[in-house]
């Protein structure tokens, strides 16, 4: 993947309130053009307000230049309004931390926004379903603790299929090492047939959690679909404005999953598809940072890749499909 010159696509200054980074987006197309959902942190660069992330609305024509919605989607008042139904609230006002890492995908013509909400009794996923981006349906919520949710942009043997990053913390020794897993549903609602896809030991760039990154895209050869990986770091502390020391760098990978039995692995790519390596990656609130959520394939071949860098920006990486492709091993 080549990085685009004018990177990044969406920077702070770009955001019409407070905010100190604006990070972690889903991106898709709709009507004539793309749309991208992405997270905005407020608060002072070292310690932004968890309870103040909001979630964000940009339309753009070509992929490249951005236009901002005045409002956000979701601010800390929208999400209590909206999640009331599934929390009494019998904990105050405190208990929806944030809703936060949105993707996006468009299915039959409808857009389905994914994201992670923390709460005080535990991290969820959730899906949600609007025709006009502005107006969300909740269609379910997993069960704690569970992130990184992604949808598959059309039905597989007509079913409804979803990655997701569940934190198993127990058996697996106490230690970060957690793993995608694939599952189907009839309606958005109600899923089963959970099974393991791939393993974090299976990453060989990575050394501790690995989760979904953007919803994958269709190719003659299989589902293409990118992933982050964690490398955790011993030795060294990595750049980060946040004063704990930061030792977790995130590394874009790439898979490819069969068409018809998506949670069969073709193989993967055994070096990472994207490394933190330009200064805005490097240096941010946490540097060294590549967090995949949008991907895309153009007419012509060329996949656009977008991601959060160093929980600070959004930035673009384009490939062409026929390389990635190229890149595939089997595990
Ligand atoms: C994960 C999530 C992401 C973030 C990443 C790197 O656990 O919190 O939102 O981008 O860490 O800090």
């Not at 393993?199 to 953007?214: H, L, T």
């Not at 330009?278 to 394939?297: K, Q, T």
Request: charged content about 30%.
């Amino acid at each position: 993947m080549q990085r685009i010159s004018s990177n990044p696509v969406l920077h702070e200054d770009d955001i019409p309130w407070d905010c100190m980074s604006v990070f972690n987006a889903g991106v898709c197309k709709w009507d004539d053009g793309y749309v991208m959902l992405f997270r905005t942190d407020t608060g002072s660069r070292e310690a932004p307000d968890a309870y103040l992330t909001r979630i964000g609305l940009a339309r753009s024509k070509d992929g490249y230049s951005w236009e901002v919605d005045p409002e956000p989607v979701f601010d800390q008042m929208k999400i209590r309004e909206w999640l009331k139904d599934q929390y009494d609230l019998r904990f105050g006002d405190k208990e929806v931390v944030r809703v936060y890492d949105p993707r996006i995908t468009v299915i039959d013509g409808d857009a389905y926004f994914c994201f992670a909400v923390d709460t005080i009794h535990g991290i969820r996923s959730g899906i949600a379903k609007s025709a006009d981006l502005r107006n969300w349906e909740l269609l379910h919520l997993t069960l704690p603790e569970d992130r990184n949710m992604v949808l598959f942009p059309e039905r597989v043997n007509g079913k409804l299929v979803r990655l997701d990053r569940p934190f198993p913390l127990y058996l697996r020794g106490g230690r970060e090492s957690f793993d995608i897993w694939i599952s189907t549903s009839p309606d958005g609602a109600n899923w089963g047939n959970h099974r393991l896809l791939l393993a974090a030991e299976e990453v060989p760039f990575g050394n501790a959690k690995i989760g979904p990154g953007a919803p994958p895209i269709k190719t003659e050869k299989g589902w293409l679909t990118t992933f982050h990986a964690v490398f955790k770091h011993e030795d060294k502390d990595l750049y980060a404005w946040s004063p704990d020391p930061w030792r977790k760098e995130y590394i874009a990978g790439l898979m490819l999953l069969d068409l018809d039995e998506p949670w069969k692995v073709i193989g993967m790519s055994k070096q990472p598809l994207l490394q933190g390596e330009a200064p805005y990656e490097l240096e941010g609130f946490r540097g060294s940072v590549i967090f995949p959520g949008g991907f895309i394939l153009e007419d012509d071949g060329t996949v656009k890749m977008y991601y959060g860098a160093a929980d600070t920006v959004v930035a673009l990486a384009e490939g062409k499909v026929e390389e990635l492709l190229d890149a595939i091993e089997p595990l």
